[in-house]
């Protein structure tokens, strides 16, 4: 922790002993070239940081060695007892330097310490996370398997209502695993590949999706980027829009709103999921990106827990975040806030805004929406 000897410490033994002899060898004022010595060591000190042991035994040979001189010099009557009284004074404060020099340097070890533990920690748990999911990956798609092939061969209501929770149940350990390996890819990650997104094309088509699988008042606004191309990893976006998507779909009946909407803002791209359920509570609003935080659905078992991270791993990797607050239409509003640049022209001519009541598609003016 302590620096060996260095060229500094032999010039600064030699500028000490340069003063020492003027103070010895000359009529200058005395107290001048010992406040130099001082001065010096101060300054070497805070370059060098030496031990408490040598520290203290470097200030008193000085002591001593200025001690003397300055005791011959008061014999001689060339100084008074003022100018003596320096030789216990200027030590005292030196050892007060060292001493607080000596709290900073063990302050900093014990510092260092509890970080290479949290690196430790941190890197043994990602190492977990990662074994984990692989090694839960197999043996989840082995079990689906012979859990198909058993539901397969029987007629029995009962049975293939059981296997039919199993399977289920089996997805949800694999999407746990593979978002796990995601979000561990995202943490470690030195960079993340990009291509340039037609915006308006990605939110078109993972909308289409969602509506035609699952019955909702769907709304996919992106009149406000129209031609817009952005440099994002496309398929990592795609994972966080979906888990979005996912989470509103859980809160919401087939009477909501689910709005997937897309906006320019001075820093770059935002894209909104925003519906019309129940909300997320102000209590929960700051950890619901946390991993296995689970919010309970009305109706229907929780999620993985996983989601929501994922979308806030996806957000920091491409250097912006996602946060939470409440939509216009009465629910939950996530936003996802994404620092890029825009390449392409601003929304002009007809909004792209698209509107499913009921399984029917319409399109509509972005100034008038028309929800029934």
């Avoid at 408490?52 to 060695?65: A, D, H, K, Q, Y």
């Avoid at 906006?263 to 909104?272: K, N, Q, S, T």
């Avoid at 827990?305 to 979308?311: N, Q, S, T």
């Amino acid at each position: 922790m302590y620096p060996r000897a260095q060229p500094l410490d032999a010039i600064w033994v030699c500028f000490a002993l340069a003063m020492l002899a003027v103070m010895l060898f000359t009529d200058v004022d005395m107290t001048v070239p010992y406040q130099v010595i001082v001065v010096s060591f101060a300054l070497v000190y805070g370059f060098r940081l030496w031990s408490g042991r040598t520290s203290i035994l470097i200030i008193v040979v000085m002591t001593l060695l200025t001690g003397v001189v300055f005791l011959k010099k008061y014999l001689e009557g060339v100084v008074g007892l003022e100018e003596l009284a320096e030789v216990p004074l200027m030590p005292a404060i030196l050892g007060f330097m060292v001493w607080h020099g000596l709290r900073r340097v063990s302050a900093q070890r014990e510092v260092d310490e509890l970080a290479a533990l949290e690196r430790s920690r941190v890197q043994r748990q990602r190492e977990f996370l990662r074994d984990t999911s692989h090694a839960i990956r197999t043996p989840v798609t082995v079990a689906m398997g012979h859990v198909e092939l058993l539901r397969l061969g029987s007629q029995d209501p009962v049975i293939i209502a059981d296997a039919d929770e199993v399977v289920h149940q089996l997805q949800r350990l694999g999407e746990l695993a593979r978002r796990l390996l995601t979000m561990e890819s995202l943490d470690t990650a030195r960079g993340l590949h990009r291509e340039w997104v037609d915006v308006t094309e990605l939110l078109g088509g993972i909308g289409a999706r969602w509506r035609t699988a699952v019955p909702r008042r769907w709304v996919i606004d992106t009149a406000d980027v129209a031609g817009a191309i952005v440099p994002l990893n496309r398929s990592r976006l795609e994972e966080s829009l979906d888990a979005l998507l996912e989470n509103a779909v859980r809160f919401t009946t087939d009477a909501d709103v689910v709005r997937l909407s897309a906006a320019r803002d001075a820093d770059g791209l935002v894209i909104e999921v925003a519906d019309s359920g129940p909300g997320i509570p102000d209590g929960e609003r700051d950890r619901v990106f946390d991993r296995f935080f689970h919010r309970t659905p009305p109706d229907g078992p929780p999620g993985t827990g996983l989601g929501l991270a994922l979308v806030q791993s996806v957000a920091r990797a491409h250097g912006g975040n996602a946060i939470v607050a409440t939509a216009p239409e009465g629910g939950a509003l996530l936003r996802l806030r994404l620092p890029v640049r825009i390449a392409g022209p601003a929304a002009a001519g007809p909004a792209m805004r698209t509107e499913l009541v009921d399984q029917q598609i319409r399109t509509a003016d972005s100034g008038s929406p028309s929800l029934p």
